[in-house]
């Protein structure tokens, strides 16, 4: 699911359901996958998980690599949408 | 039903359900303090168990001295062998794999996470497996046993546990303090009605000593797995599993000071450790089901990776048959065990370190 704003894409993935470590990965993975794109063009990636100790993890991990991080909840589970700092 | 039985059968339900609304609220993950040590050079959950095993210890030994407990050391604390690091060892790649160690993956199945259930029946798969490989894995653990009749350290050195228990909690608690005053010990996080984990650390140690006051023992659960393999296998092929020894077993046989006698084993009946076990287990699901329908996040997904899927019921396949080998999960050994010195306890953690570092190792290669 991808969607090309005016401000940058956001890319979505939706890790609902799955188990530690898979979704600290596999969002690590997609962070550096797009990293050039969300630092130079502005994109965004959103992070949909339903794993509680996630949010903490996964939040904590991409504020280390420098990023803003926002957590709202969503659906019953959790958004967190990851973008360049500043 | 008699009072003792009820009251035993009410206080299994009540102590698994607390230990199951605050593990969830928590997500107290016994497999992530291993695993990310690892993984992701994080010791926050290790310093949040030696909170739990500390507290337990300080909390035992004035249960002890107070004369609340019946049973000192508790009973099935085990015979000392190499068999309790290996299936600590096993029991270590099994929880990485599964995604969560025996409470673990109950509290997530109780809060409809799929991979979850799916390593529940993994266990009882593998503790079914088990009693194939008894009799042969059971004569190699009797003939490597040190210090027959012998289960603790302060048992081996001939001393009060106090002397042990004393030096260890302060050098401990010095340690956790500094911890506390350097924020090692609180985590922040944005989810809904979130409890540090170091309370539910707190909250699990007084359950432990609650459930030796009730139970006779601090809590465990496994045996039951193997009891649920029996009785599969008993109504599908009754011949086998009258033919697999380990099903005959009895190890459990005590009399609690309620008069209530409690014995049993992995056998298809109901028994004293179905009495004690069955009502933790419903309660530990029951109390996390409850947390997850309070704050709306009970889920139920089955779309999930298939590699996932695979490695959780894998993973719960080698922790059902570790937890049988060692003989004893996590919970058992760990929050029980290691607070009152006992050997097979501090060899099973110390065999959870490579198993888990292992269990990282394939974990990273098939996500």
């Known amino acids: ?86 | 039903m008699d009072a003792p039985t009820l009251s035993i059968i009410a206080a299994g339900v009540l102590i698994g359900g607390v230990a199951g609304f605050v593990m969830h609220r928590a997500d107290f993950c016994v497999a992530s303090a291993f695993r990310d040590l690892f993984l992701f050079r994080k010791g926050f959950m290790l310093r949040i168990l030696l909170l739990l095993v500390i507290s337990a210890m300080l909390l035992f030994d004035c249960a002890r001295h107070f004369g609340w407990l019946a049973f000192y050391p508790f009973p099935l604390a085990g015979a000392i062998s190499p068999a309790n690091f290996i299936g600590g060892a096993l029991f270590g790649i099994g929880m990485v794999l599964a995604g969560g160690c025996v409470f673990g993956t109950l509290y997530r199945s109780g809060a409809g996470n799929f991979p979850a259930m799916l390593a529940v029946v993994g266990l009882v798969i593998g503790s079914g497996l088990y009693a194939e490989l008894h009799t042969t894995w059971s004569a190699f653990a009797r003939s490597f046993v040190l210090y027959p009749g012998k289960s603790t350290l302060p048992q081996i050195l001939s001393i009060d546990p106090t002397w042990l228990v004393g030096p260890v909690a302060a050098i401990s608690g010095v340690v956790l303090y500094r911890w506390a005053r350097a924020g090692l010990m609180v985590k922040s996080t944005a989810v809904e009605g979130y409890i540090q984990p170091w309370a539910a650390g707190l909250i699990l140690a007084l359950l432990g000593v609650v459930s030796w006051m009730v139970s006779g023992m601090p809590m465990g659960i496994t045996t039951s797995y193997a009891k649920g393999a029996a009785m599969i296998e008993s109504s599908l092929a009754p011949a086998h599993y009258s033919s697999l020894a380990y099903f005959r077993t009895t190890p459990l046989d005590i009399v609690l000071p309620s008069g209530l006698s409690l014995c049993g084993g992995p056998g298809a009946t109901l028994d004293g450790i179905s009495l004690v076990q069955f009502p933790l287990i419903l309660g530990v699901v029951a109390g996390s089901f409850i947390s997850a329908v309070s704050i709306r996040e009970f889920h139920f997904r089955l779309r999930i990776p298939p590699a996932q899927l695979a490695a959780a019921l894998l993973g719960g396949i080698v922790m059902g048959l570790a937890s049988r080998m060692a003989p004893g999960c996590n919970v058992w050994h760990v929050m029980g065990g290691l607070p009152i010195f006992s050997v097979p306890g501090i060899l099973f953690t110390a065999g959870l370190i490579p198993g888990a570092w292992i269990g990282g190792r394939v974990m990273t290669r098939i996500i």
């Open chain 1, 1 to 86: 699911m991808e969607d090309y704003s005016a401000f940058g894409r956001t890319v979505t993935i939706d890790i609902r359901g799955q188990v530690c470590p898979a979704s600290l990965l596999v969002t690590l993975r997609k962070i550096n996958e797009i990293k050039d794109d969300i630092q130079k063009n502005g994109a965004r990636l959103e992070v949909l998980t339903d794993n509680r100790d996630s949010v903490g993890t996964i939040s904590e991990a991409a504020f280390n690599m420098g990023y803003d991080v926002g957590t709202e909840k969503r659906d019953g589970g959790y958004m967190m949408v990851i973008s360049a700092a500043g």
